[in-house]
């Protein structure tokens, strides 16, 4: 008795295209505009056909990709997975974190792509949506902040963006732990107890 197998249903087109596009932004990011079709194809385990019934042509994925790169509602859908019920200190250093991933991934790719390569479709305005994300997350700790916390977000963003820049930083690198004190405390201000002496601590091993 001959076995019948059925055959694959093949993907949606948006489906497609989103996976290519996965599969093309850390090749823009390493190559730029001298990536080939083939190698997105190896990329993206895809005859190199696909790309070309998918998009059309090679500038268009580019432009796909790159307008996906720059999509800031990833950022912002992680920004709002913080559980504010966290400590302050870790709620801060997760915010800088995602922000010079966000900042550092969108410097590499103009890097390599040219300034002139941001998405035609202008993306609108997020800053206060992402101001009211943060503040949300430190709601609970309002009472130890100096500052409304919406205008914490602001200058967390640009302290995290500043950093992001390697040739501000190349001669003196900060670690996210340095950037979360300076947020917390400035350069004059002074640890919570508990801190100060787990810092002590590591100082003295």
Do not use: C
Request: glycine share 6%; charged share 20%; net charge neutral.
């Amino acid at each position: 008795m001959i076995q019948k197998f059925s055959r694959a249903k093949p993907l949606p087109v948006e489906d497609r295209q989103d996976m290519i596009i996965d599969a093309v932004i850390p090749l823009l990011m390493e190559r730029g505009h001298a990536v080939t079709t083939k190698q997105i194809a190896d990329a993206a385990g895809i005859a190199e056909g696909t790309i070309f019934r998918a998009f059309g042509d090679k500038e268009t994925l580019v432009r796909a990709a790159i307008e996906r790169h720059f999509d800031p509602a990833p950022l912002r859908a992680s920004l709002a997975r913080i559980d504010p019920a966290l400590p302050l200190e870790d709620k801060i250093r997760i915010v800088i974190e995602l922000l010079q991933a966000r900042f550092g991934g969108i410097v590499r790719m103009m890097s390599v792509m040219g300034h002139g390569e941001r998405p035609v479709r202008p993306t609108p305005p997020t800053h206060s949506e992402y101001a009211g994300i943060v503040a949300q997350a430190l709601a609970p700790d309002l009472d130890r902040l100096n500052w409304p916390a919406e205008r914490v977000a602001p200058l967390i963003r640009l302290i995290a963006f500043s950093t992001s820049i390697p040739m501000f930083t190349e001669a003196t690198p900060f670690t996210t732990d340095e950037l979360t004190r300076f947020v917390l405390y400035g350069i004059a201000g002074h640890p919570a107890p508990e801190l100060a002496a787990a810092t002590s601590a590591a100082t003295a091993v």
